[in-house]
């Protein structure tokens, strides 16, 4: 439900701002929680219409995800969903887009 009210609420941003969204990277943690959060997100990418440009999973007791986020900066997408626990957001995604 949380990912379908999510991508509800992407497209409606699009219309009030008039930059839709065409293009999503997916990057998430490869445990059971981020695998299914991916999973979810891919069938609503579908539904919505939107093309996934990047599918990137990691190691979650990773320290080091630049080579991922090397990899998700260089597909250009429009719009970037990120499934993480809160402490690999805080270590890994403090990268300059």
Request: zero cysteines.
């Given at each position: ?28 943690e490869d445990t059971l929680f ?17 093309e996934v440009v990047a599918d ?42």
């Open positions: 439900m949380l990912s379908k009210q999510f991508f509800s609420f992407l497209r409606e941003i699009g219309k009030t701002t008039g930059k839709q969204v065409k293009t999503i990277g997916l990057m998430y981020g695998q299914s959060m991916a999973k979810t997100h891919k069938k609503y990418v579908n539904d919505y219409g939107y990137i999973a990691y190691p979650s007791r990773t320290s080091d995800v630049t080579p991922q986020v090397s990899k998700l900066v260089s597909a250009k997408p429009d719009f970037i969903i990120l499934t993480s626990y809160l402490s690999d957001a805080y270590t890994h995604y403090s990268y300059p887009l």
